[in-house]
C-alpha cells in the first residue's frame, strides 16, 4: 500500500493565551462566585459556575494543545493528535450539563424572585465583560484554525455575553426593581449555552467517529480520479479527519493495466495533485491493484 503526505503550512496555536485566558478566568470566578453569595444574584453565581467550568475546560484545552505537539512513538503511531478532539468534544458536553443546572435553578427562582444588591451586580458584570472580552481577544485567531481552541473561545465567547445579560439585569434591578430579571436572564444564558455548544458537540462528534467530512462529496472525488490517464476504479475508500490539519483518504485503486511500481508512483503523484488541489486531502494511503477480486464498490463495509 503506497503512502504519501502533502505538506501544507499549519497555524501555529499559542497555548501561552490559554494560560493567559486561565488566569483571568480564575480572577472574575472568584470575584463573582463571592458577589453572587452577599448579593443574593443567581445569575451572577450561574455565571460564576459557568466561569469555573471555563477555567477546567481552558485546562483540558491547554492540556490537549501540549499533548497534540508530541512525537508519534512506536506505542503511539499518531501521536496525540486527536486529543484535541476530545477536549473540544467534553468542552462541548460541559457547556450543555452546565446550561441544564442553571436552567432549573433559574426556573425555580423564576416566580419566587429574592432582593437582590444590583449594584454589586452591576459591577462585578463590568469587570466580567472587561475580563472575559480579553479573554476572547487573545484566542479569536486561534479559533478559526483548531478546533480545540474554537470550543474554548465558545466558552469564553458565551462568558462574555453572560456577562453582558447579568448587567443588563443588574440595571432593570436598580432602576426598577425587577428582581425576576435575574432568573430570566439566567435563563436566556443557559439557552444560548446550549445553542453555541450544539454545532462543536456534533462536529467533534464526526471527526471522533471518523465520519466523512461535510465538505467532501466523494462522488466528485470519484469522477476527477476517473479523469486520470491510467486509473480504472478508485474504490474502497474512507475519508476523514485525524485533526483540523490532516484529512485522510484510504482506498483501493484499480489500475488499468499491469504497471511497473516506478510507473503507478507517476499515476499516484497526479492523483495526489488532484486530491490536494481540488479537495484540501493532504495524506493518501493507497493499496495499487490490477484485476484483483474483490469488491469494487466506493464504499465497502470492512
Known sequence: MT?????????EVKGKNLIYSILLNLIITIAQIIGGILSGSLALISDALHNFSDVLSLLFSLLANKLSKRKASVGQTFGFKRAELIAAFVNAITLIVVALILIYEASQRLFDPHPIQSNLVIWLALLGIVVNGSSVLLL??????????????????????????VLIGGVLMKFFGWFW????????????????????????????????????DIKE??????????????????????????????????????????????????????????????????????????????????
Open 140 to 165: 479569536k485567531k486561534d479559533a478559526q484554525h483548531n478546533i480545540n481552541m474554537k470550543s474554548a473561545y465558545l466558552h469564553l465567547l458565551t462568558d462574555l455575553m453572560a456577562s453582558i445579560a
Open 181 to 216: 430579571v435575574d432568573s430570566f436572564m439566567t435563563l436566556l444564558i443557559a439557552l444560548y449555552l446550549i445553542y453555541v455548544s450544539y454545532d462543536l458537540l456534533v462536529s467533534s462528534t464526526k471527526m471522533l467517529m471518523l465520519f466523512t467530512p461535510d465538505t467532501i
Open 3 to 11: 503512502h504519501n503526505h502533502v505538506h501544507i503550512h499549519k497555524h
Open 221 to 302: 472525488i470519484v469522477r476527477e480520479v476517473h479523469k486520470i490517464s491510467g486509473v480504472n476504479k478508485l474504490h474502497h475508500i474512507h475519508i476523514w479527519n485525524l485533526n483540523d490539519d490532516e484529512l485522510h483518504l484510504e482506498a483501493h485503486l484499480d489500475c488499468s493495466n499491469d504497471i511497473k511500481m516506478s510507473e503507478f508512483n507517476e499515476l499516484l503523484h497526479k492523483i495526489e495533485h488532484v486530491l490536494f488541489d481540488q479537495f484540501q486531502i493532504n495524506h493518501i494511503n493507497i493499496q495499487p491493484e490490477f484485476k484483483k477480486e474483490d469488491p469494487k464498490d466506493f464504499i465497502v463495509q470492512d
